[in-house]
């Protein structure tokens, strides 16, 4: 028979601390399957990682196992994560809205630089703007939301193009001749190529008026879990100015684009 405090109540299975404790635990046992680079992990692994003991562990993975959170294979006694931690995963990448993200970090990327930044998203062979924040400034650039541009001609869109497949940048460049915007606007495929190769190395792109004369901009992509583009920062001006401004804006974007590109799910530390 159950035994009775001095209240009359059956004590709890549980106090708080240790229910928070559990659940820490199991916490960090699902996050190092998906930190870890191997597919599977035995229940020593795991334990000698995370400090804990076998049984803990075997406790915490039959837990997981019966929300589907983990699998584990019969044969060679490994676990690995399961349908459950997919949905959840899943669950989360449906209700990212990266405009909504972005829009913070857009603020905050424009009164540092004191230039206008933009966000752009692709759509096909093209990329639009989606959004813009301009600075409390006589002079600024401002862009056209909506509009189509090419992706092979200033910063933002060579910034989606230098991180897409490279079967999809062949795809693109197999279309045709490259349109000039201006006389600045880079049409030689072999030029183009090289750009995006230094684009991929530095983590940005720039552009002195290659999609409009007189204006400037440096842009860097927004990365998701596999290192896809699915949106592009920038940070634009007029040309003269921006010439004096190029360092300091690109080290604001990239701290931004980091930042965005985290939230979206990349880690560059675990992909070199």
Same mark, same amino acid.
């Given at each position: 028979? @159950? ?9 709890? =299975? +549980?106090?708080?601390? *240790? ?9 960090? !046992?699902?996050? %190092? ?11 020593? +692994? ?11 562990? %075997? ?5 997981? =196992?019966?929300?589907?959170?983990? +699998?584990?294979? *019969?044969?060679? $006694? ?5 349908? #459950?931690?997919? $949905? ?6 449906? =209700?990212?809205? !990266?405009? $909504? ?5 857009? !603020?905050?990327?424009? *009164? ?11 759509? #096909? ?9 301009? @600075? ?15 992706? %092979? ?26 349109? @000039? ?29 290659? =999609? ?12 998701? %879990?596999?290192?896809? @583009? ?6 634009c001006g007029p040309v003269e100015r921006f010439r004096a401004e190029v360092e300091e804006c690109v080290a604001r974007l990239l701290e931004s684009t980091a930042r965005l590109s985290a939230q979206m799910g990349w880690n560059a530390s675990e992909r070199g």
């Amino acid at each position: 028979m @159950p035994t009775k405090n001095a209240e009359g109540r059956a004590p709890a =299975r +549980e106090n708080t601390g *240790q229910a928070i404790a559990t659940v820490e635990r199991a916490a960090d !046992v699902l996050m %190092h399957f998906a930190e870890t680079p191997s597919n599977t992990l035995g229940v020593t +692994e795991i334990a000698d990682s995370l400090g804990m003991s076998k049984a803990a562990v %075997h406790r915490i993975l039959a837990s997981l =196992r019966v929300r589907g959170l983990i +699998e584990l294979d *019969q044969s060679t $006694r490994r676990y690995s994560l399961g349908v #459950g931690a997919m $949905r959840l995963g899943l669950a989360y990448l449906d =209700r990212i809205d !990266v405009r $909504r993200i972005a829009a913070p970090e857009l !603020v905050t990327l424009s *009164q540092r630089t004191d230039e206008t930044a933009t966000l752009s998203i692709r759509t #096909g062979n093209y990329r639009i703007y989606v959004d813009q924040v301009t @600075p409390a400034r006589e002079v600024i650039m401002s862009v056209n939301l909506g509009v189509a541009h090419p992706l %092979h001609a200033g910063a933002s869109s060579k910034a989606f193009l230098a991180y897409l497949a490279e079967e999809e940048i062949e795809n693109y460049l197999s279309l045709g001749a490259l349109e @000039p915007l201006t006389g600045n606007t880079i049409v030689d495929k072999a030029k183009l190529r090289r750009e995006l190769t230094s684009i991929r190395e530095t983590g940005f792109a720039q552009s002195f008026s290659e =999609r409009m004369s007189g204006a400037a901009s440096v842009a860097s992509p927004i990365l998701d %879990h596999h290192g896809r @583009p699915v949106a592009v920062v920038s940070v634009c001006g007029p040309v003269e100015r921006f010439r004096a401004e190029v360092e300091e804006c690109v080290a604001r974007l990239l701290e931004s684009t980091a930042r965005l590109s985290a939230q979206m799910g990349w880690n560059a530390s675990e992909r070199g």
